[in-house]
């Protein structure tokens, strides 16, 4: 939507190269051992039919929120390019305009609003280049434990993991698990958008924490 030809052409590919990344990742869940990736980001056995599910939604693009006469209910990816675009007011009663959000929030890649089944794709993410690089990172910029210290490996940021987050296929990944955890996050108190960039800290959330996390999802599958 609002994105142009050639730029929804590329959307559309690269979701259909995270389906099956995807799919896999499902299949790793619902195995009868945790595995160590499992392990490490959701920690209990007892959460697998909820990433199973949550995985299975933005797989399938699950309606969660009412249809209308131009969707199912679904998630939008949106390009917002000028106001008014995609602007409102939030369940809580603040008004927003994600245009202005993202020029306010200049390396703002994406967001997604609340209460809605918007992703919204920002300037920043054409204009930084992230969509045309490779869809998937190379193995260099994938997670790697150092198991002397038992944690990630940090890049040249500093944190573990930001450099591989920067790949277009995972900011989409991020942004379809924030609209389907955004109903359970608001039921327990959780604030929506409540990010956290270095994998060490994703890995020390507790269970319950882990899975209102949307980057919980992302470095799983990644």
């Known amino acids: 939507m609002s994105c142009g030809n050639d730029n929804g052409r590329l959307i559309g590919k690269m979701l259909e190269r995270l389906q099956p990344v995807l799919l896999k990742a499902i299949e790793d869940v619902e195995s009868p051992t945790m595995s160590p990736a499992y392990r490490a980001f959701f920690k209990d056995a007892e959460n697998t039919a909820y990433v199973s599910n949550i995985l299975a939604n933005i797989t399938a693009g699950t309606p969660i929120h009412p249809p209308t006469s131009v969707n199912d209910g679904g998630p939008v990816i949106v390009c917002v390019n000028s106001t008014g675009v995609i602007a409102g007011t939030y369940p809580w009663g603040k008004k927003y305009d994600a ?82 955890l955004i109903p359970e996050q608001l039921k327990r108190g959780v604030a929506p958008g409540d990010k956290f960039e270095d994998a060490n800290d994703v890995f020390a959330l507790s269970s319950e924490k882990a899975l209102m996390s949307a980057n919980s999802y992302v470095y799983y599958v990644a």
């Open 99 to 180: 245009y202005t959000d993202c020029i306010n929030n200049p390396r703002m890649s994406s967001q997604s609003v609340s209460g809605s089944p918007y992703v919204v794709l920002c300037p920043f993410f054409w204009n930084s280049g992230y969509a045309t690089r490779r869809t998937f990172p190379p193995e260099k910029e994938c997670l790697s434990v150092d198991t002397r210290r038992n944690r990630f490996r940090s890049d040249f940021t500093g944190l573990a993991g930001p450099l591989m987050t920067h790949y277009a296929v995972w900011t989409l990944l991020e942004m379809m698990a924030h609209i389907y």
